[in-house]
């Protein structure tokens, strides 16, 4: 079982960065892949991006260049920076994680087995 808990969210106008954050707890001793997720009103979770167990990563074409994924093992911390940010990035970020085996394209799927309880990003224009 795999803890996770989302911090950094908030509110910034366009062209502006945030960082977000993800503890990890619970047994994660094993082989997991991370990834961001996002919702907005109205639209379906998507995957923004990934990092596999061997730490190569992946990212969304309407994210790439702006945001990078990244992680501290000794931490169990995974960190989403967003830079450049634009109003269409407003939604509800969630961190995922799964065991090894169920990832793809070096992430989790949209139906990973566990799920942070999400944070807000506004951007405004």
């Known amino acids: 079982e795999v803890q996770l808990a989302e911090s950094g969210g908030g509110s910034v106008q366009s062209g502006g960065s945030l960082r977000l954050s993800c503890a990890a707890s619970g047994h994660t001793g094993g082989h997991y892949c991370f990834g961001w997720f996002r919702q907005a009103p109205g639209k379906d979770r998507e995957r923004v991006a990934g990092?596999?167990?061997?730490?190569?990563?992946s990212y969304a074409d309407s994210v790439k260049g702006r945001f990078t994924i990244s992680q501290d093992n000794a931490k169990n911390t995974l960190f989403l920076q967003m830079d450049s940010l634009k109003p269409e990035d407003t939604a509800i970020y969630y961190c995922a994680a799964d065991w090894a085996p169920n990832c793809r394209g070096a992430g989790p799927r949209n139906g990973a087995a566990y799920w942070g309880q999400g944070t807000q990003v506004t951007v405004s224009s």
């Open positions: 990092i596999d167990a061997d730490e190569s990563t």
